[in-house]
């Protein structure tokens, strides 16, 4: 064995971008036996070669020989230029900002326009066509930004590891910031090639420790979260508010039965309960129109779109969650939370240990309500148990995250008052 393990090194010491081209083959092809058998994957497999390969034949011919250097201390790399519409990060942006860095916000395009753009500069190393384009494209955002760190957003990306390649080449981190709790299936989640990697609280990590497929290795450090700030430091409310704070799940979760039967419960308990005001936040990525339709009785109120979370939970007495990260603001809150269930979906950020089993029904529901206003401030304790355990550092998310990146840019050692842990690769 050791002579295979000697042969790989010299592989990666050889043509480090070859080698992780090689890495990604495998990686990708464990994701796909996840899910399918051999045949399954292997026909999926090919359409994912030919799409990639295709991708960087076209990319050798629109390489650009030489690259218009705009360096920065910062370039936050969203997942899609549509995100940036939605300023998730607006408060981290202003606070890197205001303390005089200097910071750029991109998005990844899609291949099309990288080749229309010839967003493309030819890597160092030679790498197999089917991640030339990939690669090429990682290579013109460091050359062009030269980013002393680049704060990626995208989960899964396969940008990422030729990112990692070509900062580190640079003297430069790729750092990725969560924007959710990593406690979810989803296969995104198991890249892990990052130098840093900001989790929210101890839940993400245990999560990420747990899965049996991880791709690269990465710093993993208990960063809490960047959206919070002190809007969300707001006493408790009164039980006799009556308001109750629907959190919408995102679009994809909107197109399954077992979430649209559990908005259908929510909305006829409301109707046939008008002493209570209902609230409805949907996700910042849902067009609205479910909720449009339930909102048949007086007492339903769909918030504007462009209400901010803490806006919403303020007006509110108590909160119903289905399977949100807002959840875990509303417990940062100290609003009390009633955990409706969604058929048979894994119950991923552990309400049920906290706040009993999900509600089912209409009479569920009704008593849940009960208990909750006949001793609010057990129910409030029990918000902030949930908070603690899924969000570190709690309201102090956005300046530990602040003060993390600012230690990472002036070399300073990041851990010593943070937990930090190693994430191997598990192949």
């Given at each position: 064995?050791?002579?295979?393990?000697?042969?790989?090194?010299?592989?990666?010491?050889?043509?480090?971008?070859?080698?992780?081209?090689?890495?990604?083959?495998?990686?990708?092809?464990?994701?796909?036996?996840?899910?399918?058998?051999?045949l399954?994957?292997?026909l999926?497999f090919?359409?994912?070669?030919?799409?990639?390969?295709?991708?960087?034949?076209r990319?050798?011919?629109?390489?650009?020989?030489?690259?218009?250097?705009?360096?920065?201390?910062?370039l936050l790399?969203q997942?899609?230029?549509?995100?940036?519409?939605?300023?998730?990060?607006?408060?981290?942006k202003?606070g890197?900002?205001?303390?005089?860095y200097?910071?750029?916000?991109?998005a990844?395009q899609?291949?099309?326009?990288?080749?229309?753009k010839r967003?493309?500069?030819?890597?160092p190393?030679?790498?197999?066509t089917?991640?030339f384009?990939?690669?090429?494209?990682?290579e013109?955002l460091?050359?062009?930004y030269?980013?002393?760190?680049?704060l990626?957003?995208?989960n899964?990306?396969?940008?990422?590891?030729?990112?990692?390649l070509?900062?580190?080449?640079?003297?430069?981190?790729?750092?990725?910031?969560?924007?959710?709790?990593?406690v979810?299936s989803?296969?995104?989640l198991?890249?892990n090639?990052?130098?840093y990697?900001?989790?929210?609280?101890?839940?993400?990590?245990?999560?990420?420790?747990a899965?049996?497929?991880?791709?690269?290795?990465s710093?993993?450090?208990?960063?809490?979260?960047?959206?919070?700030?002190?809007?969300?430091?707001?006493?408790?409310a009164?039980?006799?508010?009556?308001?109750?704070?629907?959190?919408?799940?995102?679009?994809?979760?909107?197109?399954?039965?077992?979430?649209?039967?559990?908005?259908?419960?929510?909305?006829?308990?409301?109707?046939?309960?008008?002493?209570?005001k209902?609230l409805v936040?949907?996700?910042?990525?849902?067009?609205?129109?479910?909720?449009?339709?339930?909102?048949?009785?007086?007492?339903?109120?769909?918030?504007?779109?462009?209400?901010?979370?803490?806006?919403?939970l303020?007006?509110a007495?108590?909160?119903?969650?289905?399977m949100?990260?807002?959840v875990?603001?509303?417990?940062?809150?100290?609003?009390?939370?009633?955990?409706?269930?969604?058929?048979?979906?894994?119950d991923?950020?552990?309400?049920?240990?906290?706040?009993g089993?999900?509600?089912v029904?209409?009479e569920?529901?009704?008593?849940?309500i009960?208990?909750?206003?006949?001793n609010?401030?057990?129910s409030?304790?029990?918000?902030?148990?949930?908070?603690?355990?899924?969000?570190?550092g709690?309201?102090?998310g956005?300046?530990?995250?602040?003060?993390?990146?600012?230690?990472?840019?002036?070399?300073e050692?990041?851990?010593?008052?943070?937990?930090?842990?190693f994430?191997?690769?598990?192949i």
């Amino acid at each position: 064995m050791r002579w295979v393990e000697a042969g790989l090194m010299r592989d990666v010491a050889a043509n480090p971008w070859a080698a992780k081209a090689r890495a990604l083959d495998r990686y990708r092809w464990l994701l796909l036996r996840e899910r399918h058998g051999p045949l399954g994957s292997a026909l999926r497999f090919s359409r994912d070669v030919l799409r990639d390969w295709w991708f960087g034949l076209r990319a050798r011919s629109c390489l650009v020989e030489s690259v218009t250097a705009e360096p920065c201390d910062f370039l936050l790399l969203q997942s899609a230029p549509k995100m940036i519409k939605l300023q998730r990060t607006k408060l981290l942006k202003e606070g890197l900002c205001g303390r005089g860095y200097n910071l750029v916000e991109t998005a990844l395009q899609e291949p099309k326009t990288i080749l229309r753009k010839r967003l493309l500069k030819s890597p160092p190393y030679p790498v197999p066509t089917r991640y030339f384009g990939i690669a090429a494209y990682a290579e013109w955002l460091a050359a062009h930004y030269q980013p002393r760190i680049l704060l990626n957003e995208r989960n899964g990306s396969l940008y990422a590891p030729f990112l990692r390649l070509a900062l580190n080449a640079r003297g430069g981190l790729l750092v990725h910031l969560a924007h959710a709790t990593t406690v979810e299936s989803s296969r995104r989640l198991g890249m892990n090639d990052y130098d840093y990697y900001f989790l929210f609280g101890r839940s993400s990590l245990e999560a990420l420790q747990a899965r049996k497929l991880r791709f690269g290795s990465s710093m993993a450090v208990l960063a809490g979260s960047h959206l919070i700030d002190r809007a969300f430091d707001m006493p408790p409310a009164s039980p006799t508010q009556r308001k109750i704070l629907v959190l919408g799940v995102g679009p994809d979760k909107e197109k399954k039965k077992a979430y649209q039967d559990a908005y259908s419960l929510v909305a006829r308990w409301a109707s046939e309960n008008l002493e209570h005001k209902v609230l409805v936040k949907c996700h910042p990525r849902s067009d609205t129109g479910l909720w449009q339709k339930l909102a048949v009785s007086s007492n339903i109120d769909v918030l504007p779109a462009d209400t901010l979370l803490y806006q919403a939970l303020e007006q509110a007495s108590v909160v119903v969650s289905l399977m949100s990260n807002a959840v875990i603001e509303a417990g940062l809150a100290r609003r009390p939370i009633i955990y409706v269930g969604a058929g048979k979906n894994l119950d991923i950020f552990e309400q049920g240990r906290f706040f009993g089993c999900a509600v089912v029904s209409s009479e569920e529901f009704s008593a849940r309500i009960g208990a909750i206003e006949n001793n609010y401030s057990s129910s409030v304790r029990e918000a902030e148990n949930f908070a603690a355990f899924h969000l570190v550092g709690g309201f102090e998310g956005l300046e530990r995250t602040l003060k993390l990146l600012g230690s990472l840019l002036s070399g300073e050692e990041v851990g010593r008052d943070m937990e930090t842990t190693f994430l191997h690769s598990t192949i």
